[in-house]
């Protein structure tokens, strides 16, 4: 069974200032982890995926993400907060065929 | 390169009203999911298709909803009858192999239903 816990429902940051945003996962697989935001009414899109290689993963628009096996951490960062930043995120565990998705962090960005 | 297209986008009906919803993928996209976001979660998937078969269907509620991909193209989602629990976002996503091969799903704008 796999799971993900997103320890923040909400985060509120000022633009500027650096994003962390954190998620916890357990898997009884070697696992692939992704992080998607969500802008309002638009769909999700992805930002980076942990597929087994370079534990820091790249993402877009500046965001990346460190895979550390020994905390089961998959956190989210950004150095500089941008007002369009302002979206919900969704940590996302894949093991097999089945995505299970994380609950959310919603983050507002202040000017 | 054409997203994933759904339709309607939003929808309001009774409880025990009938409703669909209709998905198409990105071209060659050989997998298609459904996932329902109830409000303040994170989506959960119904139903996965690849091609025109069903490779995962443990989570759909069979009693009220059904999906069918008939030509391995769109697909559709039914409920019938409707609860209110059923309000939330229905996400369709596609990828481009078969389940399991590590494709990035793409997901369409979802259908937003409310349910009175």
């Known amino acids: 069974a796999q799971s993900v816990t997103q320890l923040d429902s909400h985060v509120s940051v000022s633009e500027g200032t650096p994003v962390l945003l954190r998620c916890n996962y357990s898997?009884?697989?070697?696992?692939?982890l992704f992080w998607y935001v969500q802008h309002p009414n638009k769909g999700l899109q992805l930002l980076l995926k942990y597929t087994s290689a370079a534990t820091l993963v790249k993402g877009i628009n500046g965001f990346e993400a460190e895979f550390k096996k020994s905390e089961t951490s998959f956190h989210l960062t950004k150095p500089s907060a941008h007002m369009s930043d302002a979206a919900e995120y969704f940590c996302?565990?894949?093991?097999?065929?089945?995505?299970?998705f994380g609950g959310g962090t919603r983050v507002l960005v202040k000017p | 390169e054409a997203g994933v297209a759904q339709s309607p986008r939003y929808k309001i009906i009774e409880k025990r009203q009938s409703v669909a919803f209709w998905c198409n993928p990105i071209?060659?996209?050989?997998?298609l999911y459904w996932y329902q976001q109830i409000l303040g979660q994170g989506p959960k998937l119904l139903i996965q298709f690849q091609n025109n078969g069903v490779v995962d269907d443990s989570q759909l509620p069979k009693d009220r909803f059904s999906a069918e991909r008939l030509k391995g193209v769109d697909s559709t989602l039914k409920i019938q009858p409707a609860k209110l629990e059923d309000s939330a976002v229905y996400l369709c996503?596609?990828?481009?192999?078969?389940?399991?091969?590590?494709?990035?799903?793409?997901f369409g704008p979802g259908t937003r239903l409310l349910v009175l």
């Open positions: 996503a596609s990828s481009l192999g078969a389940p399991g091969q590590g494709e990035t799903q793409y």
């Open positions: 071209s060659g996209h050989a997998t």
């Open positions: 996302v565990v894949r093991a097999g065929n089945k995505l299970t």
């Open positions: 898997s009884s697989y070697s696992p692939s």
